[in-house]
């Protein structure tokens, strides 16, 4: 297999999200069994019940389902990608045979959709808002210059 070299990459793994029908034993077996720190925990009120946990470059996320199909052995993770450009993104997915899998959304942090591979695997799509980004970074800057 022979990969271009002018190939420029535009799109980066950066979450996989393992659906579990009991949220706690999930944690404790990714944190204790897999000895990976939590990130987000599930008992925050300010979040959906889910979880994150650190795996080097890739985020681990852990929601909560019901849902007998998500959760039944063998189900596919939901691969997550943060791409520069939304749009061109999912042109490009629905010409290769992806399906959208609900509208696009627009919450405040960017733009999220969800589309099925040709081969059903659930994939999830993620543009930041980059003024955002751009606005975190610069606190967080300001925040290690006045050492806290």
Do not use: W
């Not at 939590?38 to 889910?50: I, K």
Request: charged share 20%; glycine share 10%.
């Amino acid at each position: 297999c022979v990969i271009s070299q002018s190939s420029a990459m535009s799109a980066r793994l950066s979450t996989i999200m393992v659906f579990v029908r009991d949220l706690p034993r999930g944690v404790q077996f990714f944190r204790d069994g897999l000895g990976l720190p939590v990130t987000v925990a599930p008992e925050d009120p300010h979040n959906p019940p889910f979880a994150e946990v650190n795996a080097g470059p890739v985020t681990v996320s852990l929601k909560a389902s019901e849902n007998l199909a998500t959760c039944s052995t063998g189900y596919s993770p939901m691969l997550q990608f943060e791409v520069e450009d939304m749009d061109a993104t999912i042109v490009r997915a629905l010409s290769l045979g992806g399906a959208l899998d609900g509208p696009i959304k627009y919450p405040p942090t960017g733009k999220a959709a969800c589309l099925r591979a040709p081969g059903g695997q659930m994939i999830g799509l993620f543009e930041p808002n980059m003024d955002l980004k751009l606005m975190q970074e610069a606190s967080l800057a300001q925040q290690q210059r006045r050492g806290g």
